[in-house]
């Protein structure tokens, strides 16, 4: 077997390097889609059943959370069902587990400060050192009493206000996060809610609210939702994860012999930039179909490899590829001009400082990497080896690097590979099945 391992448990993965990457492939659900709709399914009215929700551990921290709410829920495999209680929740018995979701702990605080009671969110070691000011500001500015460990760390205790009042947000950085924590809460407020971004981010909160029921405007960068609105049940089925694709996408595009098709992607233009950034890049893709289910537009994507060039990332386009920055960082040695990044000071604060470990990986690899404050600068052409690779328990760094494994030189083994289960248990299993050795 070319990826040694047993089973998503295992500590170390070992990766061999491979000549393509061929065959078919339809991934579980997108995980920021599989997030809002468990969320939005809980506060609204009647049974909301999905097909292909996440299989990622982060999406079962939020149908636990739900579940401590009081939402029936019922899983087999990919098929799940919650059992909406309509605005008012219920007391949990216990503290509220995120596990390692920053999305959970974020947007679901802005459905917890809009209820009549107190609630407590916890996380995981790698959770409880990530900032939430950005979501304890707007919410204490709507009436919700919230209480953090120091420098406004998890835990997070908050007492909610009924209703919330309305308030007009202006973002200070571009977070999806952080407009769907507002808009959530807004759902609980009396009067209109306004939240404005600098720069426009994902909008799943936006097509799930929409698809639930509520109306809101969108005017540029600004977005309005009236409280009060209830929310019904919804059925359908959840595209595949495009930030899960990325792995299979970035891979594909480095062997010349690769031919890769993608069933059920999602295609939300806010986050399938990644799509147009390859084909500038080289790479041959091409969309077979397109269909569109709750505003969510999905389809078959086909990618056959080319010589790739390089280009800077930056502004807006970085701002939309935050999820996907570490994967291209790490096949950036391997295009013709390299690869350079900037405006990605994000990703200092996720799971880890992605920017550093990126950069660390890189040079046991022995690349040539010039760490910036907010990304990278990185030369092509080049050619690295094997290494022992440290995922710093962050899925995408581990996931990022076993990519960047297929075209070394020699073994690569990644340290903490199990904390690829965060967002795709199957991605080790997967990757194995496409790798053309």
């Keep these: 077997m070319k990826i040694n391992h047993a089973g998503i448990a295992a500590e170390a993965v070992r990766i061999a390097p491979a000549r393509g990457i061929a065959g078919t492939l339809r991934l579980p659900g997108d995980k920021s889609i599989s997030h809002r709709y468990a969320m939005l399914a809980a506060i609204a009215e009647g049974a909301s059943r999905f097909e292909n929700f996440s299989t990622g551990a982060d999406c079962a921290s939020t149908l636990a959370c739900v579940e401590a709410l009081g939402c029936a829920v019922q899983r087999e495999g990919t098929r799940v069902s919650i059992q909406g209680l309509g605005p008012e929740l219920r007391p949990p018995g216990r503290a509220l587990d995120c596990g390692n979701s920053g999305s959970t702990m974020r947007m679901l605080a802005g459905i917890l400060a809009g209820q009549h009671f107190e609630s407590e969110l916890i996380g995981d070691d790698s959770l409880s050192r990530r900032p939430m000011a950005r979501i304890m500001a707007p919410l204490r500015q709507m ?3 919230i209480a953090a460990a120091d420098r406004d760390r998890p835990p997070l205790r908050i007492r909610g206000a009924t209703p919330l009042a309305s308030i007009d947000y202006v973002t200070p950085v571009a977070s999806a996060q952080v407009k769907s924590c507002v808009l959530f809460a807004a759902l609980f407020a009396s009067g209109t809610s306004t939240v404005e971004e600098p720069i426009r981010t994902r909008d799943h909160s936006e097509l799930a609210l929409r698809a639930f029921g509520a109306e809101l405007h969108r005017s540029k960068a600004r977005v309005s939702l009236a409280g009060g609105q209830r929310l019904h049940a919804i059925e359908g089925g959840i595209p595949g994860d495009i930030s899960s694709a990325a792995y299979f996408l970035c ?16 295609l939300n233009p806010t986050r399938a930039q990644l799509l147009d950034l390859l084909t500038a890049m080289g790479a041959r893709i091409s969309v077979l179909r397109v269909e569109e289910h709750h505003g969510e537009l999905s389809g078959s994507v086909q990618i ?6 390089g280009r800077q990332i930056s502004g807006p386009l970085a701002a ?3 999820d996907e920055l570490p994967v291209l960082a790490a096949i950036a040695p391997f295009v013709r001009d390299g690869i350079e990044i900037r405006d990605a000071r994000e990703l200092r604060v996720k799971e880890s400082d992605r920017i550093t470990a990126v950069a660390e990986n890189l040079r046991r690899m022995g690349a040539a990497v010039e760490e910036l404050e907010d990304g990278w600068r990185i030369p092509g052409e080049q050619q690295l080896h094997g290494g022992e ?11 990022a690097f076993a990519i960047a494994a297929l075209k070394a030189r020699g073994e690569t083994t990644i340290h903490g590979a199990d904390a690829a289960r965060i967002s795709f248990p ?9 790798a053309q050795r």
């Design 389 to 399: 690779i440290d995922s710093c328990g962050d899925h995408r760094i581990a996931m």
């Design 320 to 322: 939309a590829l935050i």
């Design 304 to 309: 056959e490899g080319g010589s790739l060039r």
């Design 426 to 434: 199957e991605f080790f299993d997967v990757l194995d099945r496409l």
């Design 143 to 145: 009436g919700a009493t």
């Design 251 to 266: 891979a594909a595009a480095l062997f010349a012999d690769s031919m890769l098709v993608i069933d059920d992607l999602m």
